[in-house]
């Protein structure tokens, strides 16, 4: 990630649409740009060239330097970093676990991508601003994950947390799909793996183990699979390589959904009412598989503890079992129950930060503050000096009066010894 964001960032800046744009500085104004939160540092750069309010949105979790240099309250155990999964009750080993993973991804991130990043800043923008001061600069934060799935922790004015952004209105299915879905006498489990742990990367030995468990289900399988073809494909078994997936979730007659742990995809299921089956592979996917556990929306089979017969007892447990789908129900209304719906209350806030100018007003004065201000260091330190100082000058008080009065003691003998 280190060497991979930095490049693409230059990538991006470098493509001639994007240069013959920011050449027309003097002759184009914006009102606002948005850009990915999540590292992209020289992305946002953009704002400043063209002096424009800066909103930076994410799909996942802000990760922690953005969060740190916004000012918004950073804490390895209370909220911890979507990398990491923490127990409901942490042990002490849980605990250092998660301090040492904080203290490293902060350094990494603050020494090491981020100087990467300022190259590139430096490369296509005229601004002195580093990486950290741009983060510093984002004015409206948009996080598109509700409080309902994430630990609750206090936010920022000018941080908000929007679930089910991405999540539209059920449309239609192509007639194949529909008629599928319609004759299945058991029920439908749909599978998919997403973008980045795509079904034809697997290695053989899970792809196996997903055949064995799919052939021994009595319900009919939708797999989103890449290749056109795949041995030993099990009759109740229909692969393609892309499925309309929030439409496929939407029909009565899915009963279970096998996914890799992508935060939009669990939200699509959970809009959507179905159970989840959730096979994490990697980063954030594990503690997304954590969330629906104890959420109740569903169950979490490890990469390395997945064999058919856990697969296939999981499914099955997801699909029958009333429990899960009254649970996933429950969550759902409690991200739903807003004022507005999610763009609606995406576009307000964007709009609110254009029609103040940034909303200034509703940064934290803290997040500049050196780490001597904020924590009072200084203060502390004068406090401490003072009550060394008067301690000392109590004790140099007594001692001088206990040595008077010896001295007087010792004259007095003196006086005693002459008579």
Not at 10 to 25: F, I, M, N, T
Not at 68 to 92: D, E, R
Not at 147 to 170: E, S
Not at 339 to 366: F, Q
């Amino acid at each position: 990630m280190i060497e991979v964001i930095p490049i693409i960032q230059d990538d991006l800046l470098s493509y001639p649409e994007v240069q013959s744009l920011l050449s027309r500085v003097n002759n184009e104004h914006f009102d606002a740009v948005l850009v990915e939160n999540f590292g992209y540092t020289a992305l946002h750069a953009m704002a400043e060239h063209f002096n424009a309010s800066l909103i930076g949105v994410t799909t996942m979790q802000i990760p922690i330097q953005t969060w740190k240099a916004m000012g918004n309250v950073v804490h390895p155990i209370l909220h911890p970093a979507s990398l990491i999964t923490l127990p409901s009750h942490p042990g002490f080993f849980d605990r250092l676990k998660s301090v040492y993973f904080h203290l490293v991804y902060q350094f990494v991130m603050e020494h090491m991508l981020l100087p990467k990043s300022d190259s590139v800043i430096r490369k296509h923008f005229d601004t002195k601003l580093t990486s950290f001061e741009l983060l510093q600069r984002v004015d409206l934060a948009i996080e598109g994950m509700s409080p309902i799935m994430d630990n609750a922790k206090p936010l920022l004015p000018n941080t908000v947390q929007i679930g089910m952004l991405h999540v539209q209105f059920i449309k239609k299915l192509p007639k194949d799909l529909q008629l599928f879905l319609d004759n299945s006498k058991h029920g439908v489990i749909y599978v998919s793996f997403g973008s980045n742990a795509k079904s034809a990367s697997l290695s053989s030995e899970v792809r196996q183990t997903l055949l064995d468990a799919m052939s021994r289900l009595n319900y009919d399988i939708l797999w989103k699979f890449e290749n056109d073809t795949i041995e030993n494909l099990p009759k109740n078994v229909k692969i393609q390589k892309w499925f309309p997936q929030q439409d496929i979730l939407a029909h009565r007659n899915i009963k279970a959904f096998v996914m890799q742990g992508g935060l939009q995809s669990i939200e699509e299921a959970i809009n959507r009412e179905v159970p989840l089956v959730v096979i994490p592979f990697f980063a954030d996917q594990v503690s997304n598989a954590f969330k629906v556990v104890k959420m109740g929306c569903g169950v979490s089979i490890s990469k390395n503890e997945l064999k058919s017969d856990n697969l296939l007892n999981a499914i099955n447990e997801v699909a029958t079992k009333l429990k899960y789908k009254y649970q996933i129900k429950t969550i759902r209304n409690r991200i739903l129950d807003t004022p507005l719906p999610p763009v609606e209350t995406a576009v307000w806030w964007i709009e609110y930060a254009i029609r103040n100018r940034g909303a200034e007003h509703l940064k934290y004065k803290g997040a500049k503050m050196s780490f001597v201000e904020y924590f009072l260091i200084d203060v502390i330190f004068v406090h401490i000096l003072a009550v060394f100082l008067i301690f000392y000058s109590v004790l140099k008080c007594i001692k001088f009066c206990c040595s008077r009065k010896n001295h007087q003691k010792v004259l007095r003998e003196e006086s005693k010894k002459q008579k």
